[in-house]
Every structure is written in structure tokens, then in C-alpha cells.
């Protein structure tokens, strides 16, 4: 078998398996009535198949030490996200977009949910293979752009596990009822997990991405970082979280937007500016 109909059945068999995860996901979500079950799953599948992206033979030219750094990458995103929402999953408490989607899809929703679950394998599967190419970068020995990959991905795990801690004290203040985060990281950013979510994704592209130009597959790397954002920024992410917020916070959180940016960290602004 040649190198690209390798490649294409490997990738298939990922293609595969994300769709039957993420069907799974649907499974779980409308026997349970809990739909956080969703995005846990999501996690899980696309750290497997990245990281067994990462390690299968891909690329003829692949070096060892770079595939096993990579799909440890993988791995360290796929836990500490997936068992932060598992925590929340199974503490019984429903992810308020999903729910806002059904009551819009009304009589249609379980299908539509289906559906809108198999684009998500399809978002997974284009992360799984920027991992690949950052796996399987046909670079001899370590590189600054592997140390710059674990920099990009520790930092951001590492902001990612310190905003859902602040955001945990604030709540459990029997005063903030109601109120809206704006301490710590929280005071910089309204979403500082999304992020470091976008942040970690950067690490594919720092490993594969060639400036000679002798490795043409690194460019697909950006891909992750790209998508990411698009969906964090302008579909899944922000939008439906602020208009949640937005029904439960008010002017609240009107004020909280006018203040500190949406994604991109910075200094908080004075009312009225």
C-alpha cells in the first residue's frame, strides 16, 4: 500500500470512530436529559484519535521521540479538559447552550442534535489530523519549535486550571449569588478559558510548520489554532454563553461586556468607556 492510501485509510478509520463516538455523545445526552455528557465525550474521542493520529505510521519519515512528545500533548489536553467537564457532568448540572438548542429545534431536536453532533466529529477529526502533521514532521532530532510547543501547551493548561479555580472560590461565596466573575483572570478576559483553550492549540503548528518550506503538510497544523477560534469566538463558544448569561445576569453582565475584552486579555476598562 503507498504512503497516501495509508494515510487516507488511517484517516478514515479516525473519521470513523469520531462519528460512532459522537454518536454515542447523542445516546448519552437524550437517555440522561444531560447534555454535558456531550462535550465530555467529544474530549475523550478526539484525545484518543489524536493521539493515535500521533502515533501511527503516518509518515515513512516520522521521528519517534517527536510523535511520542506529541501525542503526549494530546493526551495532557484530552484529560485535564475532559475531566473538568466530566466533574461537572456528573455533578448533574446541564450545559445551558445545548438546552437553548433544543428549545429552538422544539418537535425536530433530537435529530438536529444528531446531526449537529456529527459536525462536531467532522471539527474533531480536522484537529486530529493538524496533530498528525505535527507528529509526523520529517525533522531529524529537537527542535526550538518542540520546546515552544510544550511551553504553549503547559501555559495553557496551566491558565486554564487557574481560571476555573478562581471562578469556583467566587462561586462558592454565598454573597456572589448572582453576581458576575470579574476577579483574577476573569478581570482581563470574560472567557479566559477559551482562551487557553485556543492558546494550547498553537503548539501543533509551532512543531510542524517548516519557515525553509521543506515540509509542506506543517501548514495543515494551523488549521487547529484556526478552527479553534472560529468556533470559540464566533459559533459554539462565546455567542451562546453570553446570551445565556445575558438571560440569567442582565445589566450585570451588560456592564461586565462594556468593561473587559470578550477573548483577546487586557486591561479592564472604567465604566462608561
Do not use: K
Not at 425536530?108 to 484537529?127: D, G, M, P, T, Y
Request: with cysteine; net charge positive; glycine share 10%.
Amino acid at each position: 500500500m503507498s504512503g497516501f492510501m495509508l494515510a487516507a485509510s488511517l484517516s478514515a478509520a479516525l473519521a470513523l470512530f469520531l462519528a460512532l463516538a459522537m454518536a454515542g455523545a447523542w445516546l448519552a445526552a437524550e437517555r440522561t436529559g444531560n447534555h454535558g455528557w456531550v462535550d465530555t465525550i467529544w474530549s475523550f474521542a478526539t484525545g484518543i484519535a489524536g493521539i493515535a493520529a500521533a502515533l501511527l505510521p503516518f509518515g515513512a519519515e516520522s521521528w519517534l521521540p517527536r510523535q511520542l512528545l506529541v501525542a503526549g500533548l494530546a493526551a495532557i489536553w484530552s484529560l485535564r479538559l475532559g475531566l473538568h467537564i466530566l466533574q461537572r457532568t456528573r455533578q448533574g448540572h446541564d450545559d445551558p447552550r445545548y438546552a437553548e438548542l433544543r428549545r429552538q429545534w422544539g418537535a425536530h431536536a433530537s435529530r438536529r442534535l444528531f446531526l449537529f453532533l456529527q459536525v462536531q466529529a467532522l471539527a474533531a477529526l480536522i484537529l486530529v489530523l493538524a496533530i498528525a502533521a505535527a507528529a509526523h514532521a520529517p525533522f531529524p532530532g529537537w527542535r526550538p519549535g518542540d520546546g515552544l510547543a510544550v511551553v504553549l501547551l503547559l501555559a495553557a493548561v496551566l491558565g486554564e486550571g487557574v481560571a476555573d479555580r478562581q471562578l469556583a472560590r467566587f462561586r462558592a461565596i454565598p454573597a456572589n449569588r448572582g453576581r458576575v466573575c470579574d476577579q483574577g483572570l476573569w478581570g482581563m478576559t470574560r472567557h479566559p478559558n477559551y482562551f487557553f483553550e485556543w492558546l494550547g492549540w498553537l503548539a501543533y503548528p509551532a512543531i510542524a510548520i517548516d519557515p525553509a518550506g521543506g515540509y509542506a503538510w506543517g501548514v495543515a497544523a494551523l488549521l487547529a489554532p484556526l478552527l479553534i477560534y472560529v468556533l470559540l469566538v464566533h459559533a459554539s463558544g462565546i455567542p451562546p454563553t453570553e446570551a445565556h448569561m445575558l438571560r440569567s445576569r442582565g445589566e450585570a453582565f451588560r456592564d461586565y461586556q462594556r468593561r473587559v475584552n470578550a477573548f483577546w486579555p487586557g486591561p479592564a476598562r472604567g465604566p462608561g468607556r
